[in-house]
């Protein structure tokens, strides 16, 4: 998929996960998907400024290699997302169980990202 098409993509996905899960109150995102420069590390498979305040337009950093399998760029788009509703929540339970949430409530049918 070229990096035009994938950002089509992670748009898509993007609004439909902001509608389902937040009624739509979340800023309007910016895709970059990272060159093979300092960045694309292995480690780093998304990253996003958590928009702060919310209102804010939030930006979401996408490693190349991510965007592989759909299940991959749906996981790591989620969790981009809480980190954007929620930018002072840190990785725990409630961090998982609101993906989880977002999951259930953007899509539906049998489990498109776990």
């Known amino acids: 998929m070229t990096t035009k098409g994938t950002k089509r993509v992670l748009t898509r996905h993007y609004r439909v996960i902001n509608a389902q899960s937040y009624g739509?109150?979340?800023?309007?995102?910016?895709?970059?998907?990272?060159?093979?420069?300092?960045?694309?590390?292995?480690?780093?498979?998304?990253?996003?400024?958590?928009?702060?305040?919310?209102r804010e337009r939030a930006i979401i950093c996408v490693h190349p290699k991510l965007i592989w399998t759909q299940k991959l760029v749906l996981r790591e788009l989620i969790h981009e997302v809480v980190h954007i509703a929620y930018p002072v929540w840190k990785h725990g339970r409630k961090f998982e169980d609101e993906m989880i949430r977002v999951r259930r409530t953007a899509f539906t049918g049998p489990d498109p990202v776990w």
């Open 24 to 54: 739509g109150r979340l800023p309007k995102p910016v895709f970059h998907i990272l060159d093979n420069g300092a960045l694309a590390t292995a480690e780093l498979r998304a990253h996003c400024s958590d928009g702060k305040p919310a």
